[in-house]
């Protein structure tokens, strides 16, 4: 984007119309173009959550939960739009963010293997992920960079900057219309505040909208979650498993059971003999945890988000403690 304004909160959302409060106090309103550009989000970086518009989604977690962990994860996400697409204040955002993913999760791969799990099927139709490699190629080409045949960890910074490029143009970059207007300066008149969002998502963080305040989840309950998904995404990834109900049952199980322990995050996941295996490591202290892999896939999510909801406004705390390294052969965690 020419206009360095920045987004600060999203007003509306609905069909291919985004109406977002800028941090220069005026409203703006982008309709038509791509997804990509209506959202500053030109990697598509997606969060999923339940009820969304994406009915290929089967997640439970609330749109709220989804959006904390897109906040924890990338700098710059303002919010999600109807499909879990999250919402960047700026390109400049959006781009670091999918840079940042590129590096993070599929650095050890070429090309044409991180698009097998980066481009997936879901509301907008099949990935043709060859097509798409052919695509970034011909960008890397044209910038009279080769981009075949290298691990991103591997790309210059000319050669990562085409491979972003090329993606973009693949994901679709094109801009619509933008119509920007500023609130009339009258005395005493309320501002347009961020936290002003639509009707349709009043309920508070990490509770359904019929939920009381007490079933909130803390960051803690939020991140274990979030780490839980992505090593069991991960796991389904690599073993080109589906994912169900019973997916989504294994991540808030895993989390819960982590959360039991007085864990604050996951670092690393293994199964083995239908046990998971789970560690998180701080750099000087492991804790160690295992749970029964059939038992965790036949636990509805809902009611162990309600047991995670309760320990987390428990009065009871629970303590921690630091165990030996364990004698299991750690995966590392790739997301």
Not at 29 to 37: C, L, M, Q, Y
Not at 128 to 157: F, M
Not at 184 to 198: F, G, I, K, V
Not at 309 to 326: F, I, N, R, S, W
């Amino acid at each position: 984007m020419s206009d360095p304004s920045k987004i600060t909160g999203l007003i509306r959302t609905e069909g291919t119309t985004r109406v977002y409060q800028m941090d220069d106090g005026s409203v703006e309103t982008r309709e038509g173009g791509t997804v990509s550009w209506r959202n500053n989000n030109p990697g598509n970086l997606k969060f999923e959550y339940a009820n969304s518009a994406d009915k290929t989604v089967h997640a439970s977690r609330t749109k709220d939960a989804a959006l904390a962990a897109a906040q924890g994860r990338y700098q710059g996400v303002v919010a999600l739009d109807q499909w879990g697409n999250a919402i960047f204040e700026s390109e400049v955002a959006g781009r670091a963010a999918k840079g940042q993913l590129l590096r993070k999760t599929h650095g050890d791969k070429a090309i044409p293997e991180m698009l097998k799990s980066y481009a997936v099927d879901d509301y907008t139709g099949k990935a043709n992920t060859d097509a798409y490699a052919r695509s970034v190629y011909a960008e890397g080409d044209r910038q009279g960079v080769d981009l075949r045949d290298k691990k991103i960890k591997d790309l210059s910074p000319q050669e990562f900057e085409a491979l972003l490029d090329g993606m973009k143009r693949v994901e679709g970059f094109r801009e619509g219309t933008v119509t920007r207007t500023r609130p009339h300066a009258e005395p005493n008149a309320p501002s347009l505040r961020p936290e002003q969002q639509p009707a349709a998502d009043p309920q508070p963080t990490g509770a359904p909208a019929n939920e009381p305040l007490s079933h909130r989840l803390s960051l803690q309950s939020l991140r274990l979650i979030d780490d839980s998904q992505q090593h069991v995404r991960n796991l389904s990834d690599r073993h080109q498993l589906p994912w169900d109900q019973g997916m989504d049952n294994t991540v808030h199980a895993l989390a819960l059971q982590a959360r039991k322990q007085g864990m604050t995050g996951i670092t690393h996941l293994k199964v083995e003999h239908g046990q998971i295996h789970f560690v998180q490591f701080d750099g000087v202290t492991i804790q160690e945890g295992h749970l029964d892999a059939r038992a965790a896939a036949n636990t509805d999510a809902a009611n162990t988000t309600l047991q995670m909801a309760q320990l987390d406004h428990a009065v009871v705390e629970v303590g921690t403690h630091a165990v030996a390294a364990p004698s299991l052969d750690l995966a590392a965690r790739s997301r």
